[in-house]
C-alpha cells in the first residue's frame, strides 16, 4: 500500500512539474511521518525516501533516535522556544519560525553546538486567525533582524494553506508567497536566499508546484489518515 501511495504522489508531482515547465528536481517530496511509527517510516526508507517531516520535537528527537543516520530531518510544526535545543543540531530544515525571540533562541543553541540552523519564515498568507506565522507586511522587516544573526540562515519562505474542497481556491495564496519571494531576493538582503519555497500538502501539492513551491509536505497522501487517538 505504501509503495503504491508513494508511486501515486511521484506521477502526480511529475505530472504538475510537467504542466508548469519545471524539472522534477526542483521539487523536493518531504513526507510527513508525525504519529506514524518507526516501521512505517523504515519501509518508507527502504523505497527511496529519506526526507522526513515532523510537527513535534520529542516524537522527531525519538524517531530521529532509531532510523538511518542519513534520514533529513525537518521541523515543520510550531515550535516553542525551550524545545529548540532537543532538536537544532538534528534538522536540516526549520520550517516555522515566526518570531524574532524563536529566531534568537535559534541563534543561541545553533552557537552553542558550533552549527548553522537553516530556516524558512512561516507566513499566515490566507491571515487565519487559528494558524501560525507572520502576515505579508511583516516578513521584510522580520528577516532584515534575522539576517543579522550569524548561526542562523534563511533559506526561504513556508506557508499552511487553509483546507478547502477545491484545491484551486488555494491557488492565489501559494502565487503570493512566491510572489513575496521575489519581493524579497530584489532587495538582495546580506545572507538572505529565499529560493526554498514550502508549500502544499495532500490536498493541494500540485497546484503549489504549479505555483513555485519547491518543497511540497505531503502526510496523508503517502501514509494514508493518521490516527490522533493511540
Ligand atoms: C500534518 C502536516 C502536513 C501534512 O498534511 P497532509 O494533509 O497529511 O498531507 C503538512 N504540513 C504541516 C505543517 C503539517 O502539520
Same mark, same amino acid.
Given at each position: ?10 506521477? @502526480? #508531482? !511529475?505530472?504538475?512539474?510537467? @504542466?508548469?515547465? @519545471? ?14 511509527? *518507526?516501521?512505517?517510516?523504515?519501509? *518508507? ?15 522527531? /528527537? ?9 534520514? !533529513?530531518?525537518?521541523? $515543520? ?56 506565522? +507572520?502576515? $505579508? ?5 522580520? #528577516? !532584515?533582524?534575522? *539576517?543579522? +544573526?550569524?548561526?542562523?540562515?534563511? !533559506? ?20 503570493? +508567497? ?5 519581493? #524579497? ?11 526554498? +519555497? ?9 497546484? /503549489?508546484?504549479?505555483?513555485? *513551491?519547491?518543497?511540497? @509536505? ?13
Amino acid at each position: 500500500m505504501l509503495k503504491e501511495q508513494l508511486e501515486d504522489v511521484e506521477r @502526480r #508531482i !511529475q505530472a504538475a512539474c510537467d @504542466r508548469s515547465g @519545471r524539472n522534477r528536481e526542483e521539487v523536493t517530496l518531504i513526507a510527513v511521518s508525525k504519529t506514524k511509527p *518507526a516501521e512505517m517510516i523504515h519501509e *518508507a526508507y527502504q523505497l527511496g525516501i529519506h526526507v522526513y517531516g515532523e510537527n513535534k520535537v520529542q516524537e522527531l /528527537a525519538e524517531k530521529y533516535e532509531v532510523l538511518p543516520k542519513d534520514i !533529513q530531518w525537518h521541523m $515543520i510544526g510550531h515550535l516553542q522556544t525551550n524545545k529548540v535545543k532537543y532538536i537544532v543540531d538534528k534538522t536540516a530544515l526549520i520550517h516555522s519560525v515566526d518570531s524574532l525571540k524563536l529566531a534568537e533562541t535559534i541563534e543561541k543553541e545553533a552557537a552553542k553546538r558550533d552549527c548553522i540552523a537553516n530556516i524558512l519564515i512561516e507566513v499566515n498568507v490566507a491571515e487565519e486567525e487559528t494558524k501560525f506565522g +507572520l502576515k $505579508i507586511d511583516e516578513v521584510i522587516p522580520f #528577516i !532584515q533582524k534575522v *539576517a543579522k +544573526l550569524p548561526h542562523v540562515r534563511i !533559506q526561504g519562505l513556508m506557508t499552511i494553506a487553509p483546507y478547502v474542497e477545491n484545491p484551486e481556491e488555494n491557488r492565489s495564496i501559494f502565487a503570493n +508567497l512566491h510572489k513575496l519571494s521575489v519581493d #524579497i531576493m530584489n532587495k538582495n538582503i546580506d545572507n538572505v536566499n529565499v529560493s526554498v +519555497l514550502s508549500m502544499g500538502m495532500t490536498n493541494d501539492y500540485e497546484v /503549489a508546484i504549479e505555483e513555485g *513551491a519547491t518543497m511540497v @509536505r505531503i502526510g496523508t497522501g503517502i501514509f494514508g489518515a493518521r490516527n490522533y487517538n493511540i
